[in-house]
C-alpha cells in the first residue's frame, strides 16, 4: 500500500512564503505526474502545479510566477514553494501522484492545511 504524507503547511502572513513537502512511503512504486491541488472552504478542489517524471511543469495561472514545484532525484517526493502569498491562497492543499506503470493507480495525500492572514 502506498501512502503520500505531506508536511509544511501553517499560518503565515501575507506575503510570505512556505515549502510544502509530499513524500511516498510503504509499498515502492514510480510515479509518473506529481501534483498539488488545493482545496478552499466552500470551493471546488483546484488543480496548482504538476512535474512530469520527466521534469514537464505545469502551473494554474493564479500561481505562476510565485509558486515553484519540484521532486526529488528519487522521483517519489514532491514539493512545493510558495511565495508572495495571499489571503486567497487560503487553502488545504493535496497532494496527488499518478502511478508510472499498470494499473496506473492514483494516490492522494491527506492533506495539509494553509492559511494566509495577517
Known amino acids: 500500500q502506498v501512502q503520500l504524507v505531506e508536511s509544511g503547511g501553517g499560518l503565515v502572513q501575507p506575503g510570505g512564503s512556505l515549502r510544502l513537502s509530499c513524500a511516498a512511503s510503504g509499498s515502492i512504486v514510480s510515479f509518473d505526474d506529481m501534483r498539488w491541488y488545493r482545496q478552499g472552504l466552500g470551493k471546488a478542489r483546484e488543480f496548482v502545479a504538476s512535474?512530469?517524471?520527466?521534469?514537464?511543469?505545469r502551473y494554474a495561472d493564479s500561481v505562476k510566477g510565485r509558486f515553484t514545484i519540484s521532486r526529488d532525484a528519487a522521483g517519489d517526493a514532491v514539493y512545493l514553494l510558495m511565495n508572495s502569498l495571499k489571503s486567497e491562497d487560503t487553502a488545504f492543499y493535496y497532494c496527488?501522484?499518478?502511478?508510472?506503470?499498470?494499473?496506473?493507480?492514483?494516490?492522494w495525500g491527506q492533506g495539509t492545511q494553509v492559511t494566509v492572514s495577517s
Open positions: 496527488n501522484a499518478q502511478q508510472a506503470l499498470w494499473p496506473y493507480t492514483n494516490y
Open positions: 512535474i512530469s517524471r520527466a521534469g514537464n511543469i
